[in-house]
């Protein structure tokens, strides 16, 4: 019984170093964009302070990102609750804030990609207003929150 407890406890830690070592890797792929003065369709091209971690912020994607993981959905909303409540009732206090999403296979560089690609995600991660962020992954999904404290 002893043996199978430290297993648990081994399982979980791993389990736990996986997911801040992706949600460590999508932040450091988002800051070079921003530090890089990436373009996006046309804008941005400043180069950007780099984000600071949040652990609220974390928090409140991680929520959303063990629903969208374990339900295999795609959406800012679960059980009509969105971002900006999820992100206030996680007891982070904003003046601005984005959420951007994915759900698939491919690691943080694919994530970061398609959001690239993406004119309203691309702007939100070269949003100059945003200092702070908050990642998470699950089960193929990732959030990401930026946001300004108020």
Known sequence: MRYLF?????LGASLAD???SNE???????NALR?????????????LGTLRYNATLARAARQHAIHMGSKRFVSHYYQGI??????ARAGYRYSRMSEIIFLGNGGASRAVNWWKNSRIHCWAMTNSNYTEVGAAYFNGAWVVVMAKPR
């Open 18 to 20: 996986a997911r801040s």
């Open 35 to 47: 530090s890089s003065g990436a373009r996006c369709n046309g804008s941005g091209g400043v180069r």
């Open 6 to 10: 430290l297993i648990a406890i081994l």
């Open 24 to 30: 460590t890797r999508v932040t450091s792929i988002i």
């Open 82 to 87: 969105g971002p900006r409540t999820r992100v």
